[in-house]
């Protein structure tokens, strides 16, 4: 748990995207390392659950999805992506979070390890599938 938070916090510190949860401070309480972030606002997933959106809110959240990956797909792959590490914040903007799965991408390398929320992973990733894999 500690590593991955410390991972989450190290990506975190580099990213700069509106649609992209902030980093606002750190500290430390007896060991334990905690991070600051923006406030983010309600889930995505409690949003659907709820019924709490319309198709054109869905088109909106899903531009604003996609220019976060495009963003962070230049230097980072998520590797967890779910409702539940989406949130819509008080304007009705989409913020992407959850990055204690994230990698760095490495040139030329390919990732192997199996990763991620099992109803959202890509299926090549949930079946007996023993290949690489890159930011595609």
Known sequence: QAQ???RE???LRNIQHDNIVRLLGLYMDNGDIYHVTEFCGEPL?????????????AKKWTRELLRALQHLH?????????TGNMCIDANNKLILLGFGKARIMESRK???AITGTHPYMPIELMVEWKGAYDKK
């Open 74 to 82: 230049s230097m980072i792959i998520h590797r967890n992506m779910h």
């Open 9 to 11: 916090l190290n990506l």
């Open 45 to 57: 997933r409690t949003k659907i659950e709820q019924g709490q959106y319309s198709m054109d809110h």
């Open 4 to 6: 991955l938070l410390r």
């Open 110 to 112: 390919s990732m192997t």
